[in-house]
T-cell receptor, first 112, second 112 residues
């Protein structure tokens, strides 16, 4: 596997469910990110992890809980989501200190 | 408040002609800019970058122009090809660091 891999690709969940999104990077990067893409809106930065430490939480509701056990893996735990949370969730990685991101293919989340 | 804006949600161009995608930003501290291309069901992929010490960067058919005084950048694709049909995002960061702000994207359609 190369690049940034996200699973699952699609997820449908009820408002009372608990689910997790997974991201894995095989690029040797030391920073990882969660972005949310809603229709016709800019990509919204949710969380930033540098060297496994969370350095940014962009006022994200607590029903989204990130976890970064090591520099290669990033999770987004989801709990009691709302229908407006339906979106494409993108994971990205980069080197701390510069350069652009490498994105995964995203998880298309639908909350029903 | 959106710091990076792409005011044209869509653009349609004939194959072989020039495509010009525009991006405006509000933060004068931004010094590193990227363009990403996104196909449906895939994550954004890096296309081209420019730092604020330059006003132009060229890579094959793609050229990015930066006008710092106007806080404006543009991506030129010439000649445009049907395979260029995708959504294009511009992104900006401060101090070339790894936190990027994205625009809402412009959907380019290149007609054969």
């Amino acid at each position: 596997e190369t690049g940034v891999t996200q699973t699952p690709r699609h997820l449908v969940m009820g408002m009372t469910n608990k689910k997790s999104l997974k991201c894995e990077q095989h690029l040797g990067h030391n920073a990882m990110y969660w972005y949310k893409q809603s229709a016709k809106k800019p990509l919204e930065l949710m969380f930033v992890y540098n060297f496994k430490e969370q350095t940014e939480n962009n006022s994200v509701p607590s029903r989204f809980s990130p976890e970064c056990p090591n520099s290669s893996h990033l999770f987004l735990h989801l709990h009691t989501l709302q229908p407006e949370d339906s979106a494409l969730y993108l994971c990205a990685s980069s080197q701390v200190g510069g350069g652009g991101y490498t994105f995964g293919s995203g998880t298309r989340l639908t909350v029903v | 408040d959106q710091q990076v804006k792409q005011n044209s949600p869509s653009l349609s161009v004939q194959e072989g002609r020039i495509s010009i995608l525009n991006c405006d930003y509000t933060n004068s501290m931004f010094d590193y800019f990227l363009w990403y291309k996104k196909y449906p069901a895939e994550g954004p992929t890096f296309l081209i970058s420019i730092s604020s010490i330059k006003d132009k960067n060229e890579d094959g058919r793609f050229t990015v122009f930066l006008n710092k005084s106007a806080k404006h950048l543009s991506l030129h694709i010439v000649p445009s090809q049907p395979g260029d049909s995708a959504v294009y995002f511009c992104a900006a960061s401060e101090n070339s660091f790894n936190k990027f702000y994205f625009g809402s994207g412009t959907k380019l359609n290149v007609k054969p």
